[in-house]
Nanobody, 124 residues
Framework: VQLQASGGGLVQAGDSLRLSCVGS????????MAWFRQASGKEREFVAT????????FYKESVKGRFTISRDNAKNTVYLEMNRLKPEDTGSYYC??????????????????WGQGTQVTVSS
């Protein structure tokens, strides 16, 4: 599957952004989808993941209650709604996909397909 992420930008602390990731190739519903982020000079870190059906979601602790991952399989798209953004949320955000085997995976090497990053910058 090929992934294309978009929606990043420069915002102020407390603002909101919605990222989108469009996939092409196999039926989208067969993939567990995730968002990762990478700040300058730091390792890529897990943000959120959603099962192929959309029934299961899991979040990094620091974004719980502020970020929401969702998907529209008819549109081959996964979203990351980010509210009450903080400067520490700054980074390049990547969407990723792996075959849905019912297991939640939080580490980057567990994902087979990656989109290009979309930059999110939150100013204080």
């Amino acid at each position: 599957v090929q992934l294309q992420a978009s929606g990043g930008g420069l915002v102020q602390a407390g603002d909101s952004l919605r990222l989108s990731c469009v996939g092409s190739g196999r039926p989208f519903s067969v993939y567990y989808m995730a968002w990762f982020r990478q700040a300058s000079g730091k390792e890529r870190e897990f943000v959120a993941t959603i099962s192929g059906s959309g029934e299961k979601t899991f979040y990094k602790e620091s974004v719980k209650g502020r970020f929401t991952i969702s998907r529209d399989n008819a549109k081959n798209t996964v979203y990351l709604e980010m509210n009450r953004l903080k400067p520490e949320d700054t980074g390049s955000y990547y969407c990723a996909a792996r075959p849905d085997n019912g297991v939640i995976v939080q580490y980057p090497r567990g994902y087979d397909y990656w989109g290009q990053g979309t930059q999110v910058t939150v100013s204080s």
